[in-house]
């Protein structure tokens, strides 16, 4: 059977910013993409960012005194 592989590669770099209070998600989340991923991909030439090892995208996150936060 054949498989388009453009049509299963990704178009673009694809990233999670998952804040403090949600870490526990992002980390699902990663886990599901990266299984997915490998599942889709598996047997064919794939793209560098196709075998990241995570999704998760480290990030500052800034409070200010009212609450309100800042990315």
């Not at 870490?23 to 993409?33: C, M």
């Amino acid at each position: 059977m054949y498989i388009d592989s453009a049509s299963i590669t990704p178009n673009g770099q694809l990233g999670i910013i998952a804040l403090e209070s949600c870490k526990e998600l992002g980390a699902k989340i990663d886990y599901y993409l990266q299984k997915e991923r490998k599942n889709n991909l598996e047997g064919h030439h794939s793209r560098k960012e196709s075998n990241k090892e995570t999704f998760l995208i480290s990030a500052e996150e800034v409070r200010f005194s009212n609450g309100e936060g800042k990315m």
